[in-house]
C-alpha cells in the first residue's frame, strides 16, 4: 500500500504537474500508511513515552487540514496551543491527564489570557486529546473531563446609518487607489461579509445583473448575498478605471488587487477601514468587523427578521447572530430614556 502511495505522490509532482494540496495530501496519506504499519499495537502503560513529538504535531496539522479542512489561521492557533502544552509537559504525551491539563490553562489564566482565549484553547484541547486517543497515543481523552470557559459575549461597536452614510461619502479623488478604497468599503457594508471572504472574492463572484455576489465563508460553505446600487456603481468604477492599472502577470481573477498587482490582503484592508473612519469627527475606531457588526445591526433596524440576517452573515448558529438584537434594544432604550417623559 505504501508502495503505490509513493507512486502516487511521484507521478503528482514529476508527471502531471497536480496542485500543492494534492501533493500534501498524497504526502499525509503516505506517512498515515508507514505509521500505522509501525504503530499497530501500542502498550497501554506509559504510551506517550514512545511517541516522537515532531511527528504528533505533524500528524495533528495534517489533520485539522486535511480532514477537519479548518482555516489557516485555526490551524495555526492550534498547533500553537498544542506545542505550548507540549512544552507544559516537557516534550512527552506521558501525565498528559486531566489535571496536567488543567494545570496548563490555569496557568494561561494567570497569564492574564482572555476568556475567549481560554475558551478557544479548552476547544483545541478536546480535539487534540481526541484525536491522540484514536491514534493510539492516549489510554483514554483527558479532554472530555474539562469544562467549558465560556467567553463573555460583549456589545460590539458599530457605526450609527449617518456615520456610515458620511463613512461612505468621504472617499477621496478618482485615483485608482481610491476607486478600489471605495469599492471595497461600500461592498462591506452593503453586504456584511468577512474580511478574509472580500480578500479572496474573485471578478467572476459578482453577478451583475442579478446584484448578488458568491462568498466561500467558513467551512468552505458558499453563500449569495445581495448589495446595492451604491457598490455596484462603486464596483464598476473600480473594474474598469481602476483594475486594470493594477493588473500584473500574478493578477490572475482577484477582484481586489494591491499596489504590486497580487490579491489584496486583510491588512492592507483594516488600514483602509481604519483611515476612513479617522476621516469622519466622532465615529468610533473599527476594522472591518465593525463595518460587519454596523450592517447587521442596520438591517435589524430596518426590519429585517433574524433568520435572513443569519443567512447574509453566514453564521452557523442563530446565537452568533443574536448578539445584533441585543445592540438594536439598547440603541432603543436609549432613545427612550432621551425621549419619552415617563422614562
Known amino acids: 500500500m505504501v508502495s503505490v502511495v509513493s507512486w502516487l505522490v511521484w507521478r503528482a509532482v514529476v508527471v502531471e504537474g497536480c496542485p500543492s494540496g494534492v501533493v500534501l495530501g498524497l504526502s499525509w496519506l503516505a506517512r ?12 497501554d502503560e506509559g504510551m506517550g513515552a514512545a511517541v516522537d513529538v515532531d511527528e504528533v504535531l505533524g500528524e495533528f496539522e495534517a489533520y485539522l487540514r486535511f480532514e477537519r479542512d479548518l482555516s489557516p489561521h485555526t490551524v495555526r492557533a492550534y498547533l500553537g496551543d498544542v506545542a505550548s502544552l507540549l512544552r507544559h509537559l516537557g516534550g512527552t504525551l506521558e501525565g498528559a491527564d486531566v489535571a496536567a491539563l488543567r494545570e496548563w490553562l490555569a496557568a494561561q489564566h494567570d497569564a492574564g489570557k482572555a476568556r475567549a482565549t481560554l475558551a478557544r484553547r479548552t476547544a483545541c484541547l478536546r480535539t487534540f486529546t481526541a484525536f491522540c486517543h484514536r491514534r493510539g497515543w492516549l489510554p483514554d481523552d483527558p479532554g472530555l473531563l474539562l469544562g467549558t470557559a465560556k467567553a463573555p459575549r460583549a456589545l460590539p461597536a458599530v457605526l450609527d446609518q449617518e456615520q456610515a452614510r458620511q463613512v461612505l461619502d468621504a ?173
Open 171 to 343: 472617499s477621496s479623488a478618482g485615483e485608482p487607489k481610491d476607486l478600489r478604497d471605495q469599492a471595497m468599503l461600500e461592498l462591506l457594508y452593503a453586504t456584511g461579509i468577512r474580511v478574509s471572504e472580500l480578500c479572496g472574492l474573485d471578478v467572476d463572484d459578482v453577478d451583475r445583473d442579478r446584484r448578488v455576489v458568491r462568498v466561500l465563508g467558513k467551512g468552505r460553505k458558499e453563500r449569495a448575498v445581495p448589495f446595492g446600487a451604491p457598490a455596484l456603481g462603486a464596483l464598476d468604477r473600480w473594474c474598469v478605471h481602476g483594475r486594470p492599472l493594477f493588473m500584473r502577470e500574478k493578477s490572475g481573477p482577484a477582484l481586489f488587487l494591491g499596489v504590486r498587482g497580487g490579491r489584496i490582503d486583510a491588512g492592507t484592508v483594516r488600514r483602509v477601514v481604519h483611515a476612513r473612519l479617522r476621516q469622519v469627527e466622532g465615529t468610533p475606531d473599527m476594522g472591518p468587523h465593525g463595518v460587519r457588526h454596523s450592517a447587521a445591526t442596520h438591517l435589524l433596524e430596518g426590519g429585517a427578521d433574524l433568520r435572513s440576517v443569519q443567512e447574509l452573515l453566514g453564521h452557523a448558529s442563530l446565537s452568533s447572530t443574536q448578539v445584533y438584537t441585543h445592540v438594536s434594544i439598547e440603541r432603543l432604550r436609549r432613545a427612550f430614556e432621551q425621549a419619552h417623559p415617563r422614562a
Open 32 to 43: 498515515q500508511c508507514l505509521f500505522r504499519g509501525r504503530c499497530g499495537v501500542v502498550e
